[in-house]
């Protein structure tokens, strides 16, 4: 079974930039799907990016693209999310999870594996 852990969240100031971190164990990282989601305190998880076995192929919410980049290193079995001009709306708890579908999935239902999320909060 995969087992995911995220880091990298943390404090910073609207317009910054932070690189959230996805490390999985295992030998089987390379043949999922992985995505990334977020729940800001009261409100639902959302879909932030999905990225392929390859990391070819992305996939993102629309209102985060451009700023935004999901990417992995299957050799380091670890996935990344790069976030920039960082806006006080960004704030949430991130978390990782692995797809069980072999496309670009932004359907919470189709993960699984979650990590424990890592904060990021944004201040204005």
């Known amino acids: 079974q995969v087992q995911l852990a995220e880091s990298g969240g943390g404090l910073v100031q609207a317009g910054d930039s932070l690189r959230l971190t996805c490390a999985a164990s295992?030998?089987?990282?390379?043949?999922?799907?992985m995505g990334w989601f977020r729940q800001a305190t009261g409100k639902e998880r959302e879909f932030v990016a999905a990225?392929?076995?390859?990391?070819?192929?992305?996939n993102y919410a629309d209102s985060l693209k451009g700023r935004f980049a999901v990417s992995r290193d299957n050799a380091k079995n670890t996935m990344y999310l790069q976030m920039n001009s960082l806006k006080p709306e960004d704030t949430a708890v991130y978390y990782c999870?692995?797809?069980?579908?072999?496309?670009?999935?932004?359907?919470?239902?189709?993960?699984?594996?979650w990590g424990q999320g890592t904060q990021v909060t944004v201040s204005s």
């Open positions: 999870a692995r797809s069980t579908v072999s496309y670009l999935s932004n359907t919470e239902e189709q993960y699984v594996h």
């Open positions: 295992g030998r089987t990282f390379s043949l999922y799907y």
């Open positions: 990225i392929s076995r390859s990391g070819s192929s992305t």
